[in-house]
């Protein structure tokens, strides 16, 4: 069975700052894939970003960019350029090959002051 | 183009009463799976379903069932509800053909509280 930790319950940063969300994940298997995902207070939960495992190539959309150690089995995300409207919890999740389920982590509170 | 719809938003049912909720899937998807999320933690699989059939199915007690109609849209039903099936549960759709993206579209939620 595949675990993910999410070791920083709570965040915080500036606006306009940068900041680095932690998770790390165990299993057995050779190609996966990783997400983050974001939770606002509305509680709909919107992808913001994917990984494949074999894919080297670390993935970016816009101001979220992830750094994918697959040996270490770390997924860390970053944030660049804070807005508020990021004010969210996030969750890394897995997904096997076959694609049927995502294991979520705990979640991280990420707080954005102005 | 309407995303994944859940209902009910809220709902709140007593110790040993039967709860069903029910979701929609984003138009054209046909593959629905459902997690709980309990406060403060993160969401938990409990099964999923296309072709009208459970597929694959998380740890969780025969209490929780769940169907699946030829519109693809689905219920999930929890029988003998126990204080700690108090939680918000997520629906999630995908296409089978969109397996290896691995991508799902969220509903809202249903919040319950078991008292």
């Known amino acids: 069975a595949q675990t993910v930790t999410q070791s920083q319950p709570e965040m915080s940063v500036q606006e306009a700052e940068t900041v680095t969300l932690s998770c790390t994940y165990d299993?057995?298997?050779?190609?996966?894939?990783l997400f983050w995902y974001k939770q606002p207070p509305s509680r709909q939960m919107i992808l913001v970003i994917r990984q494949e495992a074999y894919k080297q190539q670390n993935a970016t959309e816009n101001r979220f960019s992830v750094n994918f150690q697959k040996a270490a089995k770390s997924f860390s995300l970053k944030i660049s350029d804070s807005q508020l409207g990021d004010t969210a919890m996030y969750f890394c999740a897995f997904m096997n090959n076959a694609g049927n389920m995502l294991t979520f982590g705990g979640g991280t509170r990420l707080m954005v002051k102005p | 183009d309407a995303g994944v719809t859940q209902s009910p938003t809220h709902l709140i049912k007593t110790r040993g009463q039967q709860v069903t909720l029910r979701c929609s899937p984003k138009s054209g998807h046909d593959t629905v799976s459902w997690y709980q999320q309990a406060l403060g933690q993160g969401p938990q699989f409990i099964f999923q379903?296309?072709?009208?059939?459970?597929?694959q199915r998380g740890n969780f007690p025969d209490r929780f069932s769940g169907h699946q109609y030829p519109n693809y849209s689905s219920e999930l039903n929890v029988n003998a509800l126990l204080l700690g099936d108090s939680a918000l549960y997520l629906c999630?759709?995908?296409?089978?053909?969109?397996?290896?993206?691995?991508?799902?579209?969220f509903g809202e939620g249903s919040r319950l509280t078991v008292l």
């Open positions: 999630a759709s995908s296409h089978r053909q969109s397996f290896s993206t691995g991508e799902l579209f």
């Open positions: 379903y296309y072709e009208e059939e459970e597929r």
């Open positions: 299993t057995s298997e050779s190609n996966y894939y």
